[in-house]
């Protein structure tokens, strides 16, 4: 939606009125090279983004030790804040769904959606978890159901009951509370944006609570910071991923190296095409990318269904949501925890990580959903999502669960590499190596579209709010994505990115206030606007 269309909008919208800011979309950016950039916040944001490479790239290991002790020190000093704040996203979107506050439209009251139902769900779950899933699915529960520590609540590993607790964890750390997350930042950002009439940036969002001040060195704070969690996350995303593709065609194919060259050169050709996707826009790249990995997805799941032991599976499912219901309130609870290496070293970690990622998933998920009721959007971003990832887990995990039980194939010997663990799952099925392949082109579609969207996203915020800055500067966000993590990967190798995640995640304590706060207001415009338009 352009600018002009915005202004136009807030004229009949009787929202307006009363979150009346005395701003103008843009009104303090500058022109420099053509873009029309923020000011100080994509200064600022740059400045720290190039430090940050700088510094890790001279001092690799230091770098790494220090921020490691960063995210350590906010782990285990503030586990209990991620606790409690997880949960109450979670009973806060739950409250929203079912409280009459669920009829406000995004974008008022006669909104149309910009995208069809499938295409919408698609772009929100590729952005929220997509990567992830492909990384964890059958890591995550084999390594629960055979690791001699970590477990959650110290269940003996390979006994009759870790199996559940296992698959009960995993559905814990990737279900409800996660999507709860991004559900919240993403509500946030649409509705102080399609029915306030306030710019798509994170500061928006507390325009209730702090008034005109967002417009100031608040919330140039507050951008900034989100701009950082952003770009970080990506790069350490692509970094990491690159690697597991460089591993994964090993796996398949010797004659392609696991080397630095070859991780290089994964981390180009994602950019370049990302590049390619981010000019076409959010129709022509993103929408179709994103239709283009779920049907693989979809395929891929469908085979490990059929080919994979069938009977246990149907029942699986089930099994799985039973699990999660039965371990969600005891996996809340921070009191008392005797699992400290699961409870911290799994779940609080998660937590941040998330939190992290929200300004990113939560910004592209409000650019794709005007014209949806807050019920719709609680319900295909909170609890669809939940579902299908039960569906997903239980194929993956069970099968890498089950082929641990017989004995059969690399899992039976535990996690070695999790990167390789779907892989090592996959050889013991027909059509290894088609499937195998698909996997890797999955992954690597699922970072395209990642950084695709986190452009977007970078953009938006750098650019003031403005929904159609130059395409140049979409490109410049997305090159430096694949720049940072290059250059990070070559100059520093794995201590470098790990000094780049511990950053990523160190971010999620300062932001898990702003999202405590971003409730409040969300909850303060949500019943404003029902009272002037919704209630009788």
Known sequence: MSDSVQEHNSKSNPLHEKYDADHTVGENNVEVLGMDLHNPVFFASAFFVVLFVILTLLFPQQSSDYYEAAKGWSINNFDWLFMIAGNIFVLFCLFLLLSPLGRV????????????????????????????????????????????????????????????AAMGATMFHWGLHPWGIYAVVGLSLAFFAYNCNLPLTIRSTFYPIFGDRVWGATGNVIDTVAVLATIFGLATSLGFGASQAAGGLHFLYEGIPNTITTQLAIIFGVTVIAIFSVVRGLDGGVKVLSNINMS??????????????????????????VSYAENVIPLSNWIG?????FYKGWTIFYWAWWISWSPFVGMFIARVSKGRTVRQ?????????????AVWMTVFGRSGIEQVKNEVGKLADGIGESSLALFQMLE?????????TIAIILVLVFFITSSDSGSLVIDSITAGGKLDAPVTQRVFWATMEG??????????????????????VTVGLPFTIVLLLMCVSLFMGLRSAYKLNYKK
């Open 428 to 436: 013991n099925l027909p059509l290894t190596t088609i499937t195998s």
């Open 337 to 341: 925890r005797e699992d400290q290496g």
């Open 296 to 321: 693989l997805a979809a395929i891929l799941m469908i085979f490990v269904f059929v080919a994979g032991s069938t009977v246990m599976l149907l029942g699986g499912v089930g099994k799985t949501l």
């Open 105 to 164: 439209r995004i974008g008022g009251k006669q909104a149309k959606p910009e995208f069809s139902l499938l295409s919408w769900f698609a772009m929100l779950f590729a952005a929220g978890m997509g990567i992830g899933l492909m990384f964890f699915s059958v890591a995550e529960p084999v390594g629960y159901f055979t690791s001699d520590g970590a477990t959650p609540f110290n269940v003996p590993p390979g006994a009759p009951e870790s199996e559940e």
């Open 483 to 504: 720049v940072i993590a290059a250059v990070l990967l070559y100059g520093g190798g794995a201590a470098a990115l790990g000094a780049l995640q511990a950053a990523a």
């Open 377 to 389: 959007f609680v319900s295909a971003v909170l609890i669809i999502p939940t579902l299908l990832t």
